[in-house]
Every structure is written in structure tokens, then in C-alpha cells.
């Protein structure tokens, strides 16, 4: 079993499309809606498999941050489940720029949700463990 849900804002001076590209610019979601909400529209996009954090994947080992990401995930699992929240601007040009609190990004941050009955293998495959910013062993995608 396996779920992601991204969901963040859109606030009233930014583009719906542009919040949209700053999603997909991540991640391969299966379904993304609109929500229209007081005081902000939200953007809520989820898929059911695994692949679509492929692009995340990758952009983890292009800007050397897999062991700060593997650190977030791994203090903010509980349970099945580990969260962490990602700049929108950042996004939107194609980075993946972590977010510890909701004022790093101005719009408001990506807040990205993973569920998995192997939460634990996902977490090894997404972010490994590193020796000197190196993976020690890169993993296949998990069966979820």
C-alpha cells in the first residue's frame, strides 16, 4: 500500500497554473484538484503509486541533499507515514528546497504527505544513507 498527497495553498496574487507547474515540476501525481477554501484556494494531488516520486528521486541526488531530506523523513515519521513540506518558489523552477518553517516560504510550502505499509524501504529508497554526501547503496524501487 502506497500514497502520496501533496497539498499547499494558492493564494490569491499567485497563478493557478504556475502553483500547478511547482507541483508537477516534483512530482507525477494521478489526480490534482482545486479546492476552493477560506481564506485560500488549496491545490490537493495524490497518486497511489510509488513512481511518482521519481522526479523528487532524482533532484535529491542532483542537489546533494539526501542527508538533510532523510533526516526530515526520518524525524517526521510516525507510524506509517512521514511528512515534510517543500518551497513552492523553489519548486516552481525545479528545485527541491526543504522547508522547516511556514515563513520560509513567503506563498506557503508544499506539504507533502507519504503513507506506506513499507514506509521504511521507501524512506531508504528516496533518501539513502550517505557517506560523504555519497549513497552507500542505492535501492531499487520498493514493491508497495
Not at 4 to 16: A, M, N, Y
Not at 110 to 127: P, Q, Y
Request: charged share 30%; with cysteine.
Amino acid at each position: 500500500m502506497f500514497m502520496l498527497t501533496v497539498t499547499c495553498e494558492i493564494r490569491p496574487t499567485e497563478d493557478k497554473d504556475k502553483v500547478v507547474k511547482a507541483v508537477t515540476n516534483l512530482f507525477n501525481l494521478s489526480k490534482i484538484e482545486i479546492i476552493e477554501d477560506y481564506p485560500y484556494n488549496k491545490l490537493v494531488g495524490e497518486s497511489d503509486k510509488i513512481e511518482s516520486l521519481v522526479k523528487l528521486h532524482r533532484l535529491l541526488r542532483q542537489e546533494r541533499i539526501l542527508d538533510a531530506f532523510r533526516n526530515v523523513l526520518l524525524n517526521n515519521k510516525a507510524g506509517n507515514t512521514t511528512e515534510f513540506k517543500l518551497n513552492k518558489q523553489s519548486a516552481y523552477v525545479g528545485r527541491a528546497t526543504l522547508v522547516t518553517l511556514d515563513s520560509e516560504s513567503p506563498l506557503g510550502p508544499i506539504v507533502v504527505r507519504i503513507v506506506s505499509d513499507k514506509i521504511d524501504e521507501v524512506i531508504d529508497w528516496l533518501a539513502p544513507k550517505t557517506v560523504g554526501g555519497h549513497p552507500t547503496q542505492e535501492r531499487s524501487v520498493p514493491k508497495v
